[in-house]
């Protein structure tokens, strides 16, 4: 689907405020921790793809300790917000973000030790060209760590899943998780495995709309305007419609490069 909307200062200033500063999806550090769990970054290069505002590759950098985050993301504004927010930091000699073209990753091959990506590879519709590119550069034993949203099968979208996509205007590029397995397979990881997120994010998305339209809205209304913040409340109850029916879900991919 084509995108119609992009992450402008209206937008992400919404998503942050549902799912904290630097996040443009929901469950912030939690989620985050949740997708790296049991995991030793320490000393390791790490990649974060669609890295927006930055609040994963912040949160990776302080509680992990890699040698290095290199966050890449389509949306040249939310990277400049990033790399503004990470000198803020003082950590821009560690957490650095690039804007990149859609297509083949700009980095050489074995370049990282681990790819991470928090829910943006929805966004990406050719998920075996992206799987090749993550597993091209990895380092061998190099990790594969994202979490995503997804379609719950493989059968033609609802009129309901289609109405969502039209109202969110991201530009969705949906696949099962079994389409999401036999791109990592191709492409020669191994160990693959899944942890499904539906369930929360279910019950995420229908609280969401709940602060959405209760102790939100005066302040974002006001600070946004009620025609958008109208706009967005029609887009959560679309996305309520087909999170609660299980068409549109989450989860938890991890693979490993031989």
């Not at 029609?234 to 991919?253: K, N, P, Q």
């Amino acid at each position: 689907m084509e995108q119609t909307q992009e992450y402008d200062d209206k937008l992400v200033a919404l998503l942050e405020a549902l799912w904290g500063d630097g996040y443009l999806s929901p469950g912030g550090d939690d989620e985050t921790a949740l997708v790296l769990d049991g995991l030793d970054l320490t000393g390791l290069r790490v990649l974060d793809i669609g890295s927006g505002t930055g609040g994963c590759a912040f949160f990776i950098q302080q509680r992990f300790g890699p040698a290095s985050i290199t966050g890449v993301d389509v949306e040249a504004g939310v990277v400049d917000k990033a790399n503004a927010d990470a000198a803020a930091r003082g950590v821009a000699d560690v957490v650095r973000f690039v804007a990149v073209e859609p297509g083949p990753l700009p980095f050489a091959g074995g370049t990282f030790d681990l790819v991470f990506s928090k829910d943006s590879i929805v966004h990406i519709a050719d998920k075996h060209a992206l799987a090749a590119e993550i597993h091209r550069v990895l380092a061998p034993g190099g990790m594969f760590a994202c979490s995503d949203w997804m379609k719950g099968d493989d059968e033609p979208k609802s009129a309901e899943l289609l109405a969502y996509e039209e109202l969110e205007g991201l530009g969705f590029g949906l696949a099962s998780p079994d389409v999401y397995f036999a791109a990592l397979r191709e492409a020669g990881f191994e160990r693959i495995t899944y942890m499904d997120r539906t369930p929360w994010l279910a019950a995420k998305t229908r609280s969401e709309l709940d602060e959405l339209d209760g102790p939100l809205r005066p302040q974002l209304e006001s600070s946004l305007g009620r025609e958008f913040l109208e706009h967005e409340l029609d887009v959560w109850r679309a996305l309520c419609v087909v999170t609660e029916s299980g068409e549109l879900g989450a989860g938890h991919f991890r693979a490993v490069k031989p």
